[in-house]
């Protein structure tokens, strides 16, 4: 199957547009499990060629060109090559390059997109040059920001950090909502709290985070984590309560998990 995925790379670059291919995800770090997808980030710059693209993907697959997937995951295509799932990931190059601009700087964001309950966090651009392994890269362009995405910017770090205080301002809002037994408003800022102090665990041990997936369980286990962060998100997500005196009592423990966190932080 490696063989094929790297000759896929290698004819995903002639067709107009594409400047190289990285594999990402789980296979790209190791950790693969039998039956994982392929995830292949194909990074293009300015107009790209969706004809070459659809022709090269085949009649049965449908390609969305940019934009056709979201604000964030730009577009690709779903592929199946003998049984196994093979994605194609388009990535704006010079939008991933202002994005290491901005991070660099310690300006990030969050945007919505489908498929990423707790947003598109930004700093996932320059994470999966980062993580990821170069399949093809012709002119060496990806290469480059390979390099230079290895070192964890200092000011990002900083500003995923010091992002904690709204961890803290989401726990206080929903005090109203949990009064008013309101489960839904509760549980929203509950998972948004949790998943904004699992990204500064990450930022403070110069880690790059992807994505929701897994990220409790690694973020749980980083040197600097509060002993029982990860079996209390755990149990604050798992199970809020339905009554007001329920909702009430968990919001207590994300607050001291909350306090715990930011302590650790040094914030």
Request: net charge neutral; hydrophobic share 45%; with cysteine.
């Amino acid at each position: 199957m490696r063989a094929i995925i790297e000759s896929m790379a290698e004819q995903l670059t002639r067709v107009p547009g594409v400047v190289g291919v990285m594999l990402g995800g789980s296979r790209a770090r190791g950790e693969e499990r039998p039956g994982s997808d392929w995830d292949l980030g194909v990074y293009y710059r300015g107009a790209l060629g969706l004809d070459a693209l659809r022709a090269l993907a085949g009649p049965e697959t449908e390609v969305a060109g940019p934009g056709g997937w979201g604000p964030w995951v730009n577009g690709g295509a779903w592929l199946r090559i003998d049984g196994v799932a093979v994605d194609w990931i388009l990535r704006d190059l010079d939008r991933v390059e202002q994005v290491w601009a901005d991070c660099r700087e310690g300006r990030f964001e969050v945007g919505t997109q489908a498929g990423h309950p707790l947003g598109f966090w930004s700093p996932c651009y320059p994470g999966e040059v980062a993580l990821g392994r170069l399949l093809a890269d012709p002119t060496g362009e990806l290469a480059t920001l390979k390099r230079r995405t290895a070192d964890y910017p200092e000011p990002l770090r900083d500003a995923l950090t010091a992002a904690t205080w709204e961890a803290g301002f989401l726990l206080d809002t929903a005090t109203k909502s949990a009064a008013r037994a309101d489960a839904l408003h509760v549980s929203l800022c509950l998972s948004r709290a949790v998943g904004i102090l699992v990204q500064a665990l990450y930022a403070h041990h110069r880690r790059w985070c992807l994505n929701e997936k897994g990220a409790l369980a690694v973020a749980e286990q980083l040197p600097h984590t509060p002993r029982d962060f990860g079996r209390t998100a755990r149990s604050v997500l798992a199970a809020p309560g339905g009554t007001a005196a329920e909702l009430e009592a968990t919001l207590a423990r994300a607050r001291e998990l909350t306090r715990q966190t930011v302590a650790a932080l040094g914030r």
